[in-house]
């Protein structure tokens, strides 16, 4: 595995950092060290490659000397390289079109965890905004014990959700737009490190890339694409958050956003995104616990207190039994992949899944993706 990661990692730079035309060269092999060992006929392989791309892909020296590098560096501060396709690779992002071909991970929470969600908004943080994430993250944890909160690291409404997810017991990933040798901005890096122990760092950078404006765009589609839900706190009539907000849309992610007062500068992109239908108008964890399906968690936990004792998916048969097991170890799966891990056929399987359905175990989300209800 570490020498795939290896040739990816080479791979990534022999196309210019033009992630997209690395990705695409990578599906269209499978394997970046199949692609090293034919460089010569790339043509042949990748039909619509350019002439510049096959000049590109002839000598890997550098490449392969810049990848050593980086491996030796991860080695010694404990960082890890997850490849797209990778059991640890966040599995949502593998169902997005620009996902990255590899991820660099400082951390010890599990990536893939039943419940992620992104709160994202301004930089200029208002006393309102700070209220709101902070009964939100503390509610939120009444509800659901066990949610990966997910943001950017920034100053204001970021650095503020992942202090709270921290102060409430959660836990926190930070995805960065540069390298995992560098911490922007400096003074976040003692949360940085807290995160590390109760979460993680989490980049498609090298070390070595500096936090450019483009790099902040581009870590935006991974903080959207790795969550169940982007809930954007506050935010201008412009900024980072909207852009976040409007990946996760095209990736028929769920978006929320908290209203404003009318004129309140940092809630016009609130307040616009709730009035085009573009965000689901929440005021509090509550809402947004139900408009997730996420309840069950909080009636179980009632009853738990209350003394009593509920089994939580009756009467399944064997194949049933197998679904929901796969669910509970990665949940939000499409059909095609349970049909593959399960190997369960897609017709038996299908008739399947509308009984769980009925049973009130799973649910359909949108792109034929699968929830467990938990």
């Known amino acids: 595995m570490e020498q795939e990661l290896f040739y990816v990692m080479a791979l990534t730079r022999l196309t210019n950092f033009n992630y997209q035309q690395a990705l695409e060269l990578y599906k269209t092999v499978g394997n970046a060290q199949l692609l090293y060992e034919h460089r010569n006929e790339i043509g042949d392989i990748v039909k619509e490659a350019s002439p510049t791309l096959m000049q590109a892909l002839?000598?890997?020296?550098?490449?392969?000397?810049?990848?050593?590098?980086?491996?030796?560096y991860m080695q010694e501060h404990s960082i890890r390289g997850l490849v797209l396709g990778d059991d640890d690779y966040p599995q949502r992002l593998c169902e997005c079109p620009d996902a990255p071909l590899v991820l660099y991970y400082k951390g010890n929470c599990d990536l893939n965890q039943t419940k992620i969600v992104s709160i994202v908004?301004?930089?200029?943080?208002?006393?309102?905004?700070?209220?709101?994430?902070?009964?939100?993250?503390?509610?939120l944890k009444r509800h659901c014990s066990n949610v990966l909160i997910v943001s950017g690291l920034a100053y204001g409404v970021d650095i503020y959700a992942h202090r709270e997810a921290l102060a409430n017991g959660y836990e926190t990933v930070g995805v960065l737009a540069h390298g995992l040798d560098q911490i922007y901005p400096y003074r976040h890096h003692e949360t940085a490190a807290e995160m590390v122990n109760h979460g993680g760092l989490l980049t498609e950078f090298m070390t070595q890339t500096n936090a450019d404006k483009p790099n902040f765009v581009r870590r935006n589609r991974i903080v959207a694409g790795m969550a169940d839900a982007t809930?954007?706190?506050?935010?201008?009539?412009?900024?980072?958050g909207l852009i976040t907000c409007e990946i996760a849309q095209?990736?028929?992610?769920?978006?929320?956003?908290?209203?404003?007062?009318?004129?309140?500068?940092?809630?016009?992109?609130?307040?616009?995104?709730?009035?085009?239908?573009?965000?689901?108008?929440?005021?509090?964890?509550?809402?947004?616990?139900?408009?997730?399906?996420?309840?069950?968690?909080?009636?179980?936990?009632?009853?738990?207190?209350?003394g009593i004792e509920r089994n939580l998916f009756p009467d399944l048969s064997p194949e049933e039994q197998k679904v929901v097991s796969l669910l509970q170890q990665t949940n939000n799966l499409q059909l095609n992949i349970l049909s593959v891990k399960t190997g369960i056929p897609i017709g038996q399987l299908t008739a399947l899944?509308?009984?769980?359905?009925?049973?009130?175990?799973?649910?359909?989300?949108?792109?034929?993706?699968?929830?467990?209800?938990?």
């Open 121 to 139: 908004g301004t930089r200029q943080m208002t006393v309102y905004g700070q209220d709101l994430i902070r009964h939100f993250v503390r509610d």
């Open 58 to 72: 002839q000598n890997w020296d550098d490449a392969m000397k810049r990848a050593d590098f980086e491996l030796h």
């Open 353 to 374: 899944l509308f009984q769980l359905e009925m049973k009130g175990v799973v649910k359909p989300l949108a792109g034929g993706t699968y929830h467990l209800l938990s």
């Open 231 to 240: 809930v954007l706190v506050e935010s201008a009539a412009k900024g980072g």
């Open 250 to 306: 095209n990736y028929d992610r769920s978006v929320f956003a908290f209203p404003g007062n009318v004129g309140s500068e940092f809630s016009k992109g609130c307040n616009n995104m709730i009035r085009d239908n573009v965000a689901g108008l929440i005021s509090n964890a509550n809402d947004f616990v139900v408009a997730m399906g996420w309840q069950d968690e909080a009636l179980r936990k009632q009853a738990m207190a209350d």
